[in-house]
C-alpha cells in the first residue's frame, strides 16, 4: 500500500462546477499536509498547506481528517485555468519524509 | 529574485554515460533535496541533504550520486549503473530543520528532462 494514496482521475468537469478530492495517507505519524499543483511538464508549486482546523483560500478549501487519515481539497467555481495535476503531500518528523501521492488530473472544460 | 536553478533543462545521454544535474539556490535554504518524476506518476525521492557535508539516500538512490560541498548546491550525476535513467528530475529546497509545518515546505526548480539515446 502507498504511504500517501490519490485518485488519479482524470476529473472532467465543466467550468463553473465545484470539484472535491480526497488524499489518504497511511502513516498516523504524519504531521504536516499541503496540496501542491503541477501544470504539464513544469514544477509543482504549493497550493496551499493543509491545518487541521481547515483552511481556505480563495476558491479553494482544504480540510484535514485525522480520524480517517485523509485530507481533501475542494474547488469552487472552477475556472478554466484551474486545469492541472494536484498534488497531496505528507511530512513527517524528519526531512526525509516529504511523501507525494501520484496526482489527481483534473481537467477544466469551456 | 531568490530561487532554484536547475540545469540543463533537457539533456540528451548515451548509455553508458554519467550525466551531472546542477542545482544552485540562493534562498538559504538548509535542506535540499532532488526527485524523479516518471509520466504519470508521482514523485520519488533519489537523495536529499539536511545540512552541508552531509546527505541521505532517499528511496531510488541506486545509480545516482550526489555531493553537497556548499549550502547553495547540491549537484546529482546520473550514472551508468543507473538502468532506466530516462525521467523528469526536479530539485527542491525547503527551510528544513524544524518542526513548524512551514519547515518543510518545499521550493522546486524548473527541473530537467534526462532521455537516453
Known amino acids: 500500500r502507498k504511504e500517501v494514496e490519490q485518485d488519479p482521475g482524470p476529473f472532467n468537469v465543466p467550468e463553473g462546477a465545484t470539484v472535491a478530492f480526497n488524499c489518504t495517507y497511511s502513516?498516523?505519524?504524519?504531521?504536516?499536509f499541503f496540496w501542491y499543483r503541477q501544470d504539464c511538464r513544469k514544477e509543482p508549486k504549493l497550493l496551499m498547506s493543509v491545518y487541521s482546523s481547515g483552511n481556505e483560500d480563495g476558491r479553494f478549501t482544504a480540510q484535514l481528517n485525522r480520524a480517517s487519515q485523509y485530507i481533501s481539497l475542494l474547488i469552487r467555481d472552477s475556472k478554466l485555468s484551474d486545469s492541472a495535476t494536484y498534488l497531496c503531500v505528507a511530512t513527517y518528523s524528519s526531512a526525509s519524509k516529504i511523501i507525494f501521492g501520484s496526482g489527481t488530473r483534473l481537467s477544466i472544460r469551456p | 529574485d531568490g530561487g532554484i536553478t536547475q540545469s540543463p533543462k533537457y539533456l540528451f545521454r548515451k548509455e553508458g554515460q554519467n550525466v551531472t544535474l546542477s542545482c544552485e539556490q540562493n534562498l538559504n535554504h538548509d535542506a535540499m533535496y532532488w526527485y524523479r518524476q516518471d509520466p504519470g506518476q508521482g514523485l520519488r525521492l533519489i537523495y536529499y541533504?539536511?545540512?552541508?557535508?552531509?546527505?541521505q539516500k532517499g528511496d531510488i538512490a541506486e545509480g545516482y550520486s550526489v555531493s553537497r560541498e556548499k549550502k547553495e548546491s547540491f549537484p546529482l550525476t546520473v550514472t551508468s549503473a543507473q538502468k532506466n535513467p530516462t525521467a523528469f528530475y526536479l530539485c527542491a529546497s525547503s527551510i528544513g530543520q524544524g518542526i513548524s509545518a512551514g519547515a518543510n515546505v518545499l521550493t522546486f526548480g524548473a527541473g530537467s528532462r534526462l532521455t537516453v539515446l
Open positions: 502513516n498516523s505519524a504524519s504531521q504536516s
Open positions: 541533504s539536511q545540512i552541508v557535508n552531509d546527505f
